[in-house]
């Protein structure tokens, strides 16, 4: 498993440094385009300031930051509450003057998360038609390309083979001017592939479709590339071969699969996220696309995604479910699932043997025993070993107290685990700054807690009792990240408004601000002459 981590972790060091040094540091003299101007260059910039300081655009961030906290937490809960406000949040958004692209694409998110795909779709067509070539985050393409890939994998998982086509079809019209043109085009054609096959039943359709993305292929061959590129049309080709195979034979070419000694991970590695994370750029959709009953080249390119970042951060027991799927299809990516569900196996056997040896050195009277043994569970057990960590939150020692606390924000906790509000109050209150810090953050903008009026009168109940005003600062401040949400907190955080502690009465002033802007005024300490 260390060779695969390694090899991943390189390409993505190489990716994310391409490029990043300015020339200048490099030694090199920087140019400067044609007809560039210093002039036209701050008055853009000045633009953009002045963009983000209307009231519309302030509006904007406060609901985009909204709607991203409440869409986590809905699809960590699936709560009632949570999907109508969603909907509610992304309507709002959807009416707003002149929506960025940025806000389009989190409310597609929202429509897709919230088993919405057509309305996720007209979202997506109205950014491309907006904004065709503003690149968002993600994938450096513009949104004429990222969002048909969106469109598309959106069309494949309800079953509309026009939509999707059309979608795909249109991308493959469109890529003279991107990076990895080839890979782009093979991709486009290996889905056309897959849905006329899956869906439309045209075998015929599906092989020809094929064969135009390996001529695409033969002809890059002898072009001039980096060495990563090199990975990835060896991969396509040997993808394409594989796909063509099973559908003139009506089974899968034993010579040909990923994970053979002739494909290098760090090809598979490449083409498996960038084809993941054009059609889902956030978690949830692709935790949606991988967990879907229809089968897809889209699902495959997901779950393997979500695998590989599960290894990386030592869950193997949540890679296991991605990777099983995978192995026991009919997928290009079957063998390289079954090698890395093989490391995911002796990886949940090894952390399961440990778990009882660390769970007796947590209660050992020896404090550097329970710090050893509560850094491993964190950092080496996955998601059986932050369950464990739990139960340590009132250890005597600060430093197994802040471990357990790191847990509380893990995104790996199971939801039985997130609904354990009662941990996140006790480490509100922490004699350390630090444990109270991780207690903030699990109930802060990016929290999957299911916040209900029942947990703020708790947070309330717990402020009127805290002595210390470090205490009652942090508490003020996760009232104020609710944003309106927490309107039965207005009443009570009106005293703390006056309170002759600076921090504590700048912490209430900002709390009310983001929950009710119209009180704030009226709360204020009247000042001196």
């Known amino acids: 498993m260390s060779s695969l ?23 090199i003299p920087d140019p400067q385009p044609p007809g560039y101007s210093a002039q036209q260059e701050r008055e853009k910039l000045d633009a953009v300031l002045r963009r983000m300081n209307e009231p519309d655009a302030r509006r904007e961030r406060q609901l985009h930051d909204r709607l991203e906290r409440v869409l986590l937490r809905y699809h960590a809960v699936k709560s009632t509450s949570s999907r109508e406000e969603c909907e509610a949040l992304l309507e709002t958004m959807l009416t707003l003057p002149s929506p960025t692209a940025r806000a389009y694409s989190l409310c597609a998110s929202a429509a897709s998360v919230l088993d919405r795909p057509q309305r996720a779709i007209e979202i997506i067509k109205k950014a491309v038609a907006e904004y065709p070539d503003e690149r968002i985050e993600g994938p450096d393409v513009p949104l004429k390309i990222s969002g048909r890939y969106r469109i598309g994998a959106l069309a494949t998982r309800i079953g ?28 486009c054609c290996l889905h056309l592939a897959d849905i006329a096959c ?7 359709t599906a092989a020809e479709r094929l064969r135009q993305a390996m001529k695409t292929l033969e002809d890059a061959t002898g072009e001039s590339h980096e060495p990563q590129d090199v990975l990835a049309i060896n991969l396509m080709k040997d993808w394409i071969r594989h796909e063509l195979w099973r559908f003139e034979h009506g089974k899968i070419d034993p010579n040909s699969a990923a994970g053979s000694a002739t494909i290098h991970s760090d090809g598979i590695f490449l083409v498996v ?50 990777l099983r799927r995978i192995a026991e299809s009919d997928s290009y990516f079957k063998s390289y699932a079954r090698t890395m569900l093989a490391f995911a196996q002796q990886d949940m056997r090894r952390i399961r043997e440990q778990i009882p040896a660390l769970l007796m050195d947590l209660k050992a009277d020896d404090e550097d025993r329970r710090e050893r ?3 491993r569970l964190l950092h080496e057990c996955g998601s059986e070993g932050i369950e464990v960590l739990l139960s340590a939150q009132d250890d005597p020692n600060e430093h197994v107290r802040y471990m357990a606390a790191c847990t509380l924000a893990n995104q790996w906790l199971d ?14 209150a922490d ?46 401040s996760v009232l104020g990240q ?48």
């Open 482 to 529: 609710m944003g309106p949400a927490a309107q039965d907190a207005v009443p009570a955080l009106a005293k703390y408004v006056r309170h002759d502690d600076p921090d504590v009465r700048n912490a209430a002033i900002r709390a009310m601000k983001r929950i009710s802007p119209a009180t704030v005024d009226q709360q204020k300490p009247a000042r001196s002459p």
């Open 198 to 204: 899956r869906i439309a039943g045209n075998n015929a």
């Open 160 to 187: 509309d083979a026009n939509e999707a086509t059309q979608a795909y079809e249109t991308i493959l019209g469109n890529t003279d001017d991107l990076k990895w043109r080839e890979v782009h085009d093979s991709l």
């Open 373 to 375: 043994a509560a850094f």
């Open 5 to 27: 981590k390694q090899g991943s972790f390189t390409l993505v060091f190489v990716l994310l440094t391409v490029g990043a040094l300015p020339p200048s540091l490099q030694g």
């Open 431 to 476: 004699d350390d700054p630090r444990v109270r810090r991780k207690a903030q953050s699990a109930l802060g903008p990016r929290s999957c807690l299911d916040i209900g009026s029942q947990e703020i009168a708790a947070l309330i109940g717990r402020l009127d009792k805290a002595v210390d005003q470090a205490v009652q600062t942090g508490i003020i």
């Open 273 to 322: 996220t960038m084809g993941a994370l054009l059609s889902c750029p956030s978690q949830p959709e692709s935790e949606q696309m991988a967990e879907s009953n229809r089968p897809s080249i889209q699902r495959d390119l997901a779950g393997l995604t979500l695998a590989i970042d599960c290894m990386h951060k030592s869950n193997p027991f949540r890679a296991e479910g991605y």
């Open 415 to 428: 939801r039985a685990v997130k609904a354990r509000f009662d941990i996140v109050l006790d480490a509100l």
